[in-house]
């Protein structure tokens, strides 16, 4: 298995939140700032944890932010700065919008690293979710190709990459829940509790 030192955390925390109206990783569940469901996730895992966002109020998490390189371009962008930011070889990255997710899930993705595979993503439910995944840091030409020529579909960039996903079984399947709408908010509060 890879080495916590060849690891570092990424979470994407940049974005228009559009559909929620304000910043998602400022949401609370049970008095915690969204984020910190991620940071906490990610912390026994990596070397380095780094939020991307050109947010400054994200700064009281004591953690190094990185600005987007490439502004209101979405999720591939976001990757794609905290990869340029990074010195590790491998990168976990996380959305800010996901406070079910746990280490135990994040390590199902170190533990199946193979010497192919360049993405490595959950997938649940038949999803694949390239939000919590391992990213090799050398992808990042194969996605600043794609923002070069306009393209900001991160599932386009990634299917260009040699990718596999693992499936999450039963005992997970509320972990990926992310909050997008304010109904979504008071779904995840309903799962949070039971
Ligand atoms: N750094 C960075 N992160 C982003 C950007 N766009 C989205 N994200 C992050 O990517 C994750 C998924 O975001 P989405 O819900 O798809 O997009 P959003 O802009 O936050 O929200 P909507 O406007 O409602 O689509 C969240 O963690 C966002 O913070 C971006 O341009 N830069």
């Known amino acids: ?3 916590k030192k060849d690891i570092t955390g990424i979470i994407l925390a940049g974005g228009k939140s559009s559909r929620m109206g304000t910043d998602k990783g400022f949401l609370m569940l049970d008095n ?3 984020i910190q469901y991620s940071i906490q996730a990610l912390k026994p895992l990596v070397s380095e944890i780094m939020i991307v966002s050109d947010n400054s109020n994200y700064d009281v998490f004591g953690l190094k932010r990185v600005n987007d390189i490439k502004k209101n371009a979405g999720p591939m962008a ?3 700065s905290g990869l340029e930011a990074s010195s590790t070889d491998y990168n976990l990255i996380l959305s800010c919008d996901i406070p079910l997710i746990s280490s135990e899930v994040l390590k199902k ?3 199946v690293v193979d010497d192919n595979s ?4 959950i997938e649940n439910h038949g999803k694949t979710m390239p939000l919590i995944a391992l990213y090799k840091r050398h992808i990042k030409d194969t996605f600043n190709g794609f923002l ?3 393209e900001r579909r991160l599932r ?3 299917k260009a990459c040699k990718s596999k996903t693992i499936r999450l079984e039963k005992a997970h399947e509320f972990s990926t829940m992310n909050v997008n709408t304010k109904e979504e908010l008071k779904q995840i509060e ?3 509790n039971h």
């Open 1 to 3: 298995m890879i080495n």
């Open 32 to 34: 915690k700032p969204f």
């Open 78 to 80: 976001g990757i794609y």
């Open 109 to 111: 993705l170190i533990e």
């Open 118 to 121: 360049e993405i490595i993503q």
């Open 148 to 150: 070069q020529k306009d």
């Open 156 to 158: 386009v960039a990634v």
């Open 190 to 192: 309903n799962a949070f």
